[in-house]
């Protein structure tokens, strides 16, 4: 048996950890294979990386531990948890975009509805109207936010009474002639208006005729002008070809005034018949007599027109052929409906006698024209609904008649939102 070298293992390999001399080889290395040089450069590294984690004291565990076998794995692990901590930045980041804060979104989508709808004047959602403000003229404390509901309420009344079947002979009359008669035009801006008498019409007709140019101010307007109709620059209606009138009735703004039925047949019971000496030569010479012939009861009474007999004339429903021999004359006490065609024309406003401290500035400012002129001064109190003249002039009237009258008249109560007066009914 050969003796050993001292200096081998019992394999006769030389010990893993022992070095090698320079230049020599082993029976292993196969000659002199450059493989076996890489293999034992592999081994020598794992040798010393060993040696190297091993711990040397509990205290130092931790900063051994990372240089170790596995401390790759450390370095992936805390890669994964700087990962994780920048996607939980993103992730709130755009959580507190969408969650915390909607008004980002909501102010978007304002956006897209304001650059998708037309743009409609928002009205007070909480205002609440009493009814006595519709023909009494009562102000609210901010009359102004509750105007544009005021308006609307009008013409939506209007629409539901012309649609009711029950009311078509008092609400619904053709545009005939007499009616395109009644309505002014003021081409330069784009007006029409319906002359409804004794509302305040006159000055209605002084700011239309500053308005198409034919006198500076309402101030230099002669009162003999305002109603002559060759010299104030106000056509008619009627005075256009039926493709011009149906073009401006489309695209014009439109307009007219209207009071208490009963108290503007007052009203212009007393201006015709009584204090105007003006119209002495056509109403009380010629139509009053026709009307006391026809209407007065105790025929041998000598005195004048009395408003007993003028109410008993408006109330006859066989009353038309004594309007056709008084002609244009009757538009002073003819209903609304046969003067302006509510039902049929469709108007954009409709302003009160009893609320017109509010209606005309509105009005001018919704026909463009309120930096242009302004409405002439109301004296004050003169638009206020007085039930004590009403009950006056109606004192000693029977009921049949006043009955009469508000059967002619009823149209007129419906459509503008008057109250019934049944303290002269019952």
């Not at 305040?200 to 109709?229: C, R, Y």
């Amino acid at each position: 048996m050969e003796a050993r070298d001292p200096g081998l293992g019992s394999r006769g390999r030389a010990p893993p950890h022992s070095p090698r001399p320079a230049g020599t080889r082993t029976a292993g290395d196969g000659g002199g294979d450059a493989r076996g040089d890489k293999r034992n450069q592999e081994r020598q590294f794992r040798g010393n990386t060993a040696r190297k984690c091993k711990p040397q004291a509990a205290e130092g565990r931790v900063s051994e531990w990372l240089q170790c076998d596995n401390m790759h794995h450390q370095w992936l692990l805390l890669a994964a948890c700087f990962w994780v901590i920048f996607m939980f930045m993103v992730a709130s980041k755009f959580i507190t975009l969408t969650f915390k804060d909607p008004d980002v979104y909501s102010a978007k989508q304002e956006f897209l509805f304001l650059t998708t709808m037309p743009e409609v004047r928002k009205l007070p959602e909480e205002k609440h109207i009493p009814e006595e403000l519709k023909p009494t003229g009562k102000e609210l404390p901010d009359s102004r936010l509750v105007q544009p509901l005021v308006y609307m309420e009008r013409l939506e009344l209007i629409r539901n009474v012309c649609r009711d079947d029950a009311l078509k002979n008092l609400s619904h009359t053709p545009v005939s002639k007499f009616v395109l008669d009644r309505i002014f035009v003021c081409d330069k801006h784009k007006i029409l208006f319906c002359q409804t008498p004794k509302v305040g019409n006159t000055q209605w007709k002084k700011v239309l005729i500053v308005l198409n140019g034919a006198f500076p101010s309402i101030e230099e307007i002669p009162e003999n002008v305002v109603h002559d109709h060759e010299k104030n620059g106000l056509p008619r209606l009627s005075s256009f070809s039926d493709a011009e009138i149906q073009k401006r009735l489309k695209t014009y703004f439109k307009f007219f005034i209207v009071r208490d039925p009963f108290e503007r047949l007052i009203s212009a019971f007393k201006d015709k018949f009584v204090h105007n000496p003006r119209f002495e030569p056509w109403y009380r010479h010629e139509i009053a007599p026709g009307i006391i012939r026809k209407y007065r009861r105790n025929r041998t009474e000598s005195r004048g027109i009395q408003f007993e007999d003028f109410v008993r004339y408006l109330g006859d429903p066989n009353h038309r052929w004594l309007d056709l021999q008084f002609g244009d004359h009757i538009i002073h006490w003819v209903t609304y409906v046969e003067l302006c065609a509510p039902c049929e024309i469709m108007y954009s406003v409709i302003g009160h006698h009893e609320t017109l401290e509010d209606d005309a500035p509105y009005i001018l400012k919704e026909a463009g024209i309120d930096h242009l002129v302004s409405y002439p001064t109301i004296p004050p109190g003169i638009t206020v609904y007085n039930r004590t003249k009403v009950e006056h002039y109606f004192l000693g009237i029977s009921k049949r008649d006043i009955r009469r009258l508000y059967a002619r008249f009823e149209g007129d109560f419906k459509l503008f939102g008057y109250q019934k007066p049944d303290f002269l009914l019952n």
